[in-house]
């Protein structure tokens, strides 16, 4: 495969990618300490509670999150976007917006109770139906340090959220051992946003309607993608919830987050930086599209190796992080795991078409998946129970990446493969990788008898350095091309010379 051409050394654009890598640092930063917190609280939570409560929990959650995603007006990306944006219809949207799904969570909350046939849910569905009417007010004049790459206040806001729901959500699990302590953590975490977002972006909104046409232009499609998106992403727990039990659905959720921790850690504050920094290249299509296949790049050499990672030492992680009561979530790990990281190459193909423009083809995209999704999830799952939910969902995956593959060679006008050709090192690296675990492991190294903490530590250090080996080799091999490779040979060049002076 032909390697992509370096990007034309324009100071601006020099400008740009060096802007992009410190926002996606801040975010990175931040979203490490933050999933950190959020490790520390999942073990400690998801020791002292079982697997049913978490499914209980799950269920309003991932309720409340589809509520959230289908009725999403975009209030970031049109602060973002728009430099004349009207925050106070914005702002009054976004109140409305969360004061609605707070509204529909309690009316649910009785049949819920029925539906489940667990009169715990009302409870439950009330307690989380406190956390949108709260983030609904947050301050829409915030988004504006986004919108200039500014991302060092959204470090701070990630961080004393995150620590403020741990600090709670720990202590009442500790104390009291019940399944509130996840709710009044995710509450009190969402205070503190609120708090913060008005501290370091004073603002006082006011109730208007002046720039609803202005807006709803904006947002119509955007709204529609973000329906799509969240009956894709939203609806898998509470169908496993109904069809195969609570403990079921706690399984599948955890083993879903660990599987997405890895690649997400990485993808996520790269894609969120790189959002505004396409949109400043709205007028220069084809330096946007190399930016994109740059990032593409950049997602496969770290994200995607990351998650298959977690897929080969599943079983031990889990049996360290979570205990014997959880090790079901392994199997999901070991197969969801890698499609992901497949999946996180395609992160920011999103970013990419709003960029352009080019919402509806996004909305088109996640109509097809749902499409698809929806009745193959729910017919495998009553077939074939938890494994065949976690199956259906491996293949819907890759399907998905197919429709992202699609999606980018109609908004670029290039070839389909082309995003996989820019990462074609990392895939090369990833296949080493799985040779190694899969066939060579047993016969190079006998880590049978090692306690697990030994065996998972022996596990990454040695599969990491097969990785970047392979990587490595086939980089050199070709000549030393452009690419992300280049960027962390510089970076770590740059290192050295200010720790030798």
Known sequence: MSDLPPLPPIAEETALTGRVARGAAWIFGGGVFARLLGAINT???????????????????????????????????????????????????????????????????????????????????????????VSGLINPRFYEFERDLNFSREFISIVANKLAGVIVSISIAIIFRTYWAIILGLIAGSIVQLILSYAMRPFAPRIGFQSLKKIFGFSGWLAGVSFLAALNNKLDVPILARLVGGGGAGVFFMGLQLSEMAAGQVARPLTRALYPGLSTLQDEPERMRRAYLRGVGALGAVAMPAAFGIAFVADDLVFLLLGEKWLGAAMVIGILAPVIGLQSLFY???????ALGLTRLIFFRELIYLAVRLPVFIWATMAYGLPGAVWAGAGLGLFHVGLNLALYARASGCGFWQPLASAHRSLGAVAVMALYFLSLRASVIDLADLAPA????????????????????????????????????????????RFQN
């Open 43 to 133: 073990i400690i939570v998801a020791r002292l509670l079982v697997p049913d409560d978490i499914g209980l929990v799950a269920v309003a959650v991932v309720s409340m999150q589809l509520l959230q995603g289908i009725s999403d007006i975009g209030v970031a990306q049109a602060v973002v976007r728009f430099r004349d944006a009207d925050l106070d219809t914005l702002f009054t949207l976004s109140a409305l917006r969360g004061l609605a799904i707070g509204l529909v969570l309690a009316a649910a909350a009785p049949v819920m109770a029925v539906v489940y046939n667990d009169p715990r849910m009302f409870g439950v569905f009330l307690g989380v139906a406190v956390f949108p009417v």
């Open 454 to 497: 030994l065996r998972l530590a022996a596990d990454i250090v040695v599969g990491a350095g097969v990785y970047i080996a392979a990587h490595a080799a086939m980089w050199l091999t070709q000549g030393r091309p452009d690419g992300v490779e280049r960027d962390i040979v510089d970076e770590i060049a740059k290192l050295t010379r």
């Open 348 to 354: 920011a193909t999103q970013s990419y078409a709003m």
